[in-house]
């Protein structure tokens, strides 16, 4: 069964330093996205994007934040400037808009440390 | 933001059918109620979802009253890999933001 694969599966970095996450989707899924989970609390959508820009866009997706998508299989979340706060598992989700198919599917995330 | 209700947890013995309820008063006529659940800290995975009838696939049931106000996720035989976070999502597709509440925790017992 196709999956979405997330790399690394854990990062730790410093406070102000910059961080890319990984994700590749389902091969023929077109809307992407990105979500995190700070420990303990609830999963929160942070973006989505579709036909190579964003479509829409979280109130915690701010100017440090940006996404894209370099190539025909990858989908990044970078991070500008680690903030403490940024500590959280992200999580990669892809979609398809074909009949009975709209479903998203989840990747496995990603755990960032920020010290 | 959620626009559903669940209980924070529910318990369930390894065998039995777990039956887990969910609120949507405010459901619009096109929007979908979807389950999904979380196992410890991993990705969200895909259980379920409907409209207004009634949906079995491999994995779980779902029930939707007729006036689409509440359903309920019936997972037949729990095993202990069922315990998990479980989440009712209501919208109009998955092509947009999913709003994931609390859920309700259920844990399986041996």
């Known amino acids: 069964e196709p999956e979405v694969t997330q790399t690394p599966s854990h990062q730790v970095t410093q406070m102000g330093q910059e961080v890319i996450l990984r994700c590749v989707p389902i091969s023929n899924h077109l809307y992407f996205y990105w979500y995190r989970q700070i420990l303990g609390q609830k999963v929160e959508f942070l973006v989505s994007?579709?036909?190579?820009?964003?479509?829409?866009k979280s109130e915690i997706f701010d100017d440090q934040f940006s996404v894209e998508r370099p190539d025909g299989s990858n989908f990044t979340l970078k991070i500008r400037s680690t903030k403490l706060e940024d500590s959280a598992m992200y999580f990669c989700a892809s979609s398809s808009p074909w009949a009975g198919g709209e479903t998203q599917y989840f990747g496995p995330g990603t755990r960032l440390l920020v010290l | 933001d959620a626009k559903t209700t669940q209980p924070p947890s529910m318990d369930c013995a390894e065998g039995r059918a777990a039956n887990l309820p969910c609120n949507h008063s405010t459901i619009s006529g096109n929007e979908y109620v979807y389950w999904y659940r979380q196992i410890h800290s991993q990705g969200p995975q895909y259980i379920i979802h409907?409209?207004?009838n009634n949906e079995t696939n491999e994995m779980a049931s779902l029930i939707i009253t007729e006036d689409r106000k509440s359903s309920t996720l019936i997972l037949p035989h729990a095993t202990l890999r069922d315990t998990a976070v479980y989440y009712c999502?209501?919208?109009?597709?998955?092509?947009?933001?999913?709003?994931f509440g609390r859920g309700t925790q259920l844990t399986v017992w041996p």
């Open positions: 999502i209501v919208g109009l597709s998955t092509l947009g933001r999913l709003y």
């Open positions: 994007f579709y036909n190579n820009e964003i479509s829409e």
């Open positions: 409907g409209l207004k």
